[in-house]
Structure formats: C-alpha cells, structure tokens
C-alpha cells in the first residue's frame, strides 16, 4: 500500500492558521460529557466522538449536505451546502475531523432579487447555495459556489472566521471543485457526467478564453459534486454518481487536461439506514403547493438504495500522511448528512474503507492520528432563550429576511416577530429555523399571542414540503389553537383561553413521523394534537426537515406581532453511554431470521432457533471484555472460550478459542437501539450469516443492508450475572 504525500495546494509549512485555545483531554468514560474539572453528566446532544478513542458516524445527526474539506497546517475546515437558508454558506473548525464547530457564515444574507426575498409569489427553495468548493492559498481563503441563474459566487478572506468578500462571475458553473495548481495556474472542473474543466484567470477576475474543454467524455462513469485535488504529482477528480444507485467515482490522470481513467471507491455503504418516505409528487422544478394541494407520498422497499448509500464528499491528508474522507449520506426526514472514513490507498486509488474491506466504510471506528486531545463536542448549541442579543448560529432563516420586522430588542429575552402578509406557512416571511436532530427528538418554545390581530397566525411549525404546524390563530371571535397537516390539507381548531402558550414538536426521525402537541399550564403537561405527521423528503426544499418559528398574516396585511421566548431541544438517545455493554453478559440475536447467537459444541459460532434449549442456555450468553478503544473479546458463558477468527474469516472460521489473542478482537459498531455489528480486526469484515444456506458463522460480511437483515446486523440484551 503506498500512501500518497500531502496535497500541495491546501497544506504547506507556514501557512496561516486559525488558532484556537490548546485543550488536552483527561480520560473519561466513553459517551459521557465532561465540563472540564472531571464531572461528568449524561449527554444531552448529539456527539460523534465516544470518548474514548473512536467515533461514531454520523458527525452530525442533523443535515450536513455536500460537504468540501479542507486542511491547512493542523487545522481543519468543512464548508456545506446552505440552500435558501440564511445566513448561508456555513463554515466549521476542527483539529481532529471528528469534533467540529461553528465558526462562521460567508453571508449574513444573499439578495439577488425578489425570489431570495419570498416576493411576488417567487422563491428559492431547494436552490440557492449550494455544493460549495473550500479552498486555501497563499494566505487567502476561498469558497466557491453556483447559485443557478446568478452566476458563480466567490467568497474570500484572509481569516476563516471572517468577514468574507463576496463577488459575482457571470458564468455558472455547476457543481465547481478548484484546483490551485503548484505553478500558479487554477483550474475549475464543472458538469455532470460530461467533466469540464476551464482556467481562471490568474486574479479570479474571469475566465481565460479558449480554456474550456472536455476533460472526462460523458460514458466514462463519472457524476457530479466533484472535489479536484494534485496528489503527488497526478490529478484525481473524486465525484458522485446516481446510475441507479449512489456511489462514489475517481478520475486520475497524469496531467489536468486527462487522459483520465476512473475507478469506483466506495459502493453499497448504508451503514443499515433504509430509503426515507419520498414526495414524489415535488420535485426542483414543481410550483411551490400550497393548502389543498395533493401529494404522492410514498414509502420505498426495504433495500431500495437511490442516493442512501454515501456519495458526494473529498479527502484530506493528516500531518502524518494518512488520508481520510468525508461524504453525504441519505438520513431519511433528516435529510443528508455527512459521514467520516477512513481512506486506503491501494493502486495509487483512495478507496473509501480498511484493507480487506474496500468501498465500504465503518459506522464506528479509531478516530484520525492527529496527537490533539479535544473532548468531545457538538458543532452548535440548540437552545436559545433569544436573551444574549444576537441569535444562535444554529438558527437560519427562511430565504432572506425582512430588516425591521423582527427584533431581539423591543422586548429583551424574546423573540419578537412581526406579522407580514402571506396566503399559507411556506412563503411566510421572517420564518426562523434550524435544523431537526436524530435520531429522536422534540423542540418546544414558549409563545405569547397577547399581541396578534385578526388574521393573524403564530406558532411552530415543521419546515417541510408537506409541512406540519401547531400555533395560535386570532379570529374574529377571539383566538383559537390550530393545528395544520399539509399533507391532508386537515385543520385542527381548539378554544383556547390562555394568551401563552408551549408548543412542541417531536418528531422520530429515523421513522419520518412527528406529533405536535401544546402545554398552558406553563410546560408541565403537554397535550397532543392531531394525528402523526408523516415527512417524506423532497426535492423542492432539497433539504432535510426544520423547526420553524414563524408568524404571517392570512388576511392580506401587516398585523401584530407574536413573541417567543425559551426555545429548547430534547435528544433522548443522545446519550449513548449504555451502548457498550463492556463487562456485562449479553445475548445476541440476528436481526436476518430471529436466531440466537449459539456457541455450538463443535467449537463454532453458530445460530440456535430462538425457542430451543441452546438459546436459553449458557452457550447463547457471552460476557463482553473491554480492550480500550470500543474494541472488545467475547468469551461463552459455557466455558467453550473466546470468539475467535481463524483462517481468513470464510463460514466455519468463527471458532471459540480457549486463549484470547489479537484475532479475537472486534470493534463494536454502535446500530443504535440496542442493535450493534461486530467488525472483525482481522478481516475488517462484519461477523454474520448467510440466513439462505444456515451455515456457521463468517467474519466475511462487508456491511450491512439498508434493512439490516443481511445476517450480520445483531440486537443486544442484557442476560444478567453468571
């Protein structure tokens, strides 16, 4: 295996970087949060970092979509996708590619005409900003993005955190990755399918005429998203392609102009994650639907993988020459979020995936060697009780926002919204959002209706095409709780006395369901409203669901005005630190046909029927041994000995050993909801069974289907002392 050098363009000694306070980090328990001086507490948020040396994917169970990276000196940077969200264009900072932070915004707003601003029946849903390109030299860095119909837009600064400079190149250019080639020339390679590349003038002011040409002919494999990188001496172009199903592609060649050959480097990685509920019936280019408007929601098959599989995203080099990847991934209602591998180069190709396991990637592994010891972190705080002056970063409006009509101000530790004119929810104007977060979990918000006129609508909403709300309503005849489902254009109205009122939402968004509900005795019972709200993604928003404040008039003018106050968000499956069952004995069942994990007498591993004697017994308990790292050995209750790889892992080789060694080892992958897989240290292969032929085990399974019924997906139980 050789390992490439660094990329040239984005990490060179001396480079400028963005400095942050040095922290080391203590030991502590996996999954548990540390404030510093060795308290620890339950987590209350998601977390990719488990504390003790691994991580587990996603970073971010909340969308995180086209995800570009970069590196300079020992500081990482990730840009994403913001669409019609604003501020936009978001900015992270890590120093070990497993915890991130907000860092900045490259644009408290873009304006380029009245569909960023939800006038006159226009909007940008699902456009926007959108797969951004990172880039850093000569002490300036660079993010470049197509906005469809506005040309190529170009944000630079010397400092990540900004203020970043904003310009306009009148050519569009889709899906762009820039190259900052070692002799001063930069490249742009562009297009789906058919790869283009053309060469910018030397101080980005323009292109170079005559430059642009067909680097990779349509047929050769290759898709969009690309991410365009010198590595040693070749060009690699890494893009994603959709022909039926998500994969990730790879072009080199020996100079940027091609000859380029490609390759496939990752494939078939769903980590278990099904195909969300699709809107079929709203697509980029469907009018924006309104009440009354039918839907075409449907539920795919148990293994349908479309854009599930992970697809789209770049590589980095460490310091010390190893290289990983990031890459968006389908999360059902949550939309596409982003996931890290660790990346192998084999052939002078960076697969995504271990040795023996190439293309595919693992749910939980050792986080990258970057000798820093940052605890573990989530990239924003949800919460806001709107009293600091400025909002949360986390919360982003819905298109551009209407100056004046809005305040942290006029009443201090609120949220004041100003009622705008707008026939339904979708194209209410000064709508404030922020992401969902999985796998489970509710947000409730404190509003005071006192101030809303006739026609006047406030509340929480779920941002989404079919949308959902809960609020306030203020009649004629005084005001009402409503209920919405767009999706069954059904309206709820309940007498309401109280002038505050809390609202929640909470939503399981691994099953895209979510149950609004509404409290007036100050948050200690909550009372539900309505049916479960199903959320099918689309491609009209393109985005994942959001919890939405929002407040509009429905009766065609300016009203009054509706204030929120204590915005909270609740995960309870944050805390994963009983995920790992270390020291305890458990039973184990495949998820494939319901059978029981068997330590068999002919010195196997192997499946017992779930109502036979062998699964009652000791034979189907294993005590689980903690080596550090999520790694673990699994010794039979039954005294036959260790779970143990032999040969190259085929069925028949999961053997009981009566000594424990390095081919007993597994890293524990965390399914969530007591579901786990075992990775075989050995192999880098799952441990598993093929339910078709019911033979014994094998360490020879490459990852598991989208319905986790491939055999080699298993669910935990605690079996008590022995």
């Known amino acids: 295996m050789t390992i490439p050098a660094r990329i040239s363009t984005v990490s060179h000694p001396g480079l400028f970087v963005f400095a942050l306070a040095a922290c080391s980090l203590a030991w502590c328990p996996a999954l548990r949060a540390s404030d510093g001086a060795g308290n620890e507490s339950p987590r209350t948020t998601w977390m990719p970092d488990n504390g003790n040396g691994t991580y587990t994917n996603p970073l971010f169970y909340e969308e995180f979509s086209d ?34 932070k907000f860092l900045s915004y490259a644009a408290d707003k873009l304006d380029l005409g009245p569909e960023f601003r939800l006038e006159g029946g226009r909007d940008i849903y699902g456009q926007g900003i959108w797969a951004p390109c990172i880039r850093y030299s000569k002490g300036t860095f660079y993010i470049f993005s197509n906005i469809n119909g506005h040309g190529l837009q170009v944000f630079t600064s010397r400092n990540p955190a900004g203020p970043w400079q904003h310009r306009t190149l009148e050519r569009g250019l889709h899906d762009i990755s820039v190259l900052f080639d070692d002799d001063g020339r930069i490249y742009a390679v562009f297009n789906y399918a058919e790869v283009r590349m053309i060469e910018f003038k030397p101080d980005l002011s323009g292109f170079i005429e005559g430059s642009e040409r067909i680097v990779i002919p349509r047929g050769s494999g290759m898709g969009e998203g690309h991410h365009f990188y010198r590595i040693r001496g070749k060009y690699y172009i890494i893009s994603a392609d959709y022909a039926p199903v998500g994969r990730m592609q790879c072009a080199r060649a020996d100079r940027p102009e091609g000859p380029y050959e490609t390759t496939v480097i990752s494939a078939g990685e769903t980590m278990g994650t099904q195909r969300g509920w699709w809107c079929g019936s709203v697509g980029q280019r469907t009018p924006l639907p309104g009440p009354g408007a039918k839907f075409d929601v449907i539920k795919p098959g148990d293994n349908e993988f479309g854009a599930v599989t992970l697809h789209q995203g770049g590589i980095v080099d460490l310091p010390n020459g190893d290289w990983w990847g990031v890459s968006m991934m389908d999360f059902r209602s949550i939309g596409r979020t982003t996931v890290l591998s660790p990346v192998t180069w084999e052939n002078g190709w960076p697969y995504f995936g271990l040795p023996g396991n190439l293309g595919r990637s693992p749910r939980t592994w050792i986080k990258p060697a970057v000798g820093v010891g940052d605890p573990p972190a989530a990239a924003y705080e949800r919460d806001d009780d709107f009293s600091s002056g400025t909002l949360q970063p986390v919360w982003q409006w819905n298109h551009a926002p209407v100056a004046g009509k809005w305040s942290l101000a006029e009443k201090p530790g609120t949220l004041r919204l ?32 006192s101030g809303l006129k006739p026609g006047d609508i406030a509340g929480l909403g779920l941002l989404n095409i079919p949308c959902g709300w809960i609020g306030v309503a203020r009649t004629n005849n005084g005001r009402v709780l409503r209920w919405y489902n767009q999706a069954t254009d059904e309206t709820i109205d309940q007498p309401l006395a109280s002038e505050h009122v809390s609202l929640r939402a909470t939503g399981d968004y691994d099953a895209d369901l979510a149950q ?15 049916g479960r709200i199903r959320l099918p993604f689309q491609l009209k928003t393109f985005q994942g669901v959001r919890y939405a404040l929002f407040a509009f008039n429905a009766a065609g003018h300016e009203g009054g005005v509706a204030e929120f106050s204590t915005f909270r968000v609740a995960e309870p499956l944050a805390d994963r630190s009983g995920n790992l069952p270390v020291g305890k004995v458990i039973a184990l069942t495949n998820l494939a046909n319901g059978s029981a994990v068997w330590a068999n007498g002919n010195g196997m591993l192997h499946w017992a029927a779930p109502d036979s004697r062998e699964a009652a017994g000791a034979s189907a308990h294993f005590r689980v041994h903690d080596h550090g790292r999520g790694r673990v050995s699994l010794e039979a209750m039954d005294g036959s000995g260790f779970v143990t790889v032999e040969g190259i892992g085929l069925s028949g080789d999961v053997r009981l050993s009566k000594k424990e060694s390095d081919d007993s080892l597994f890293q524990w992958q965390d399914m969530l909801r007591g579901q786990c897989m075992l990775l075989s240290l050995k192999t880098h292969r799952y441990v598993g069974i093929d339910a078709l032929t019911g033979g014994p085990y094998s360490a020879d399974s490459p990852g598991a289907r989208p319905d986790r019924k491939d055999g080699a997906v298993l669910a935990w139980t605690d079996a008590g002392p022995e």
């Open 67 to 100: 995800p570009d990276l970069i590196r300079v000196g020992g500081d990482f940077y990730l840009a994403g996708t913001t669409m019609h969200a604003m501020p936009c264009l978001v900015v992270l900072h890590s120093r070990d590619l497993v915890n991130w």
């Open 418 to 449: 100003h009622t705008l004119p707008a026939g339904h929810f979708l194209v209410a104007r000064n709508t404030l959002t922020q992401r969902v977060v999985g796998p489970e979990s509710s947000a409730t918000v404190v509003l005071d209706g």
């Open 516 to 530: 609004l509900s509404y409290s007036t005795d100050g948050g200690k019972s909550f009372a539900p409203v309505g």
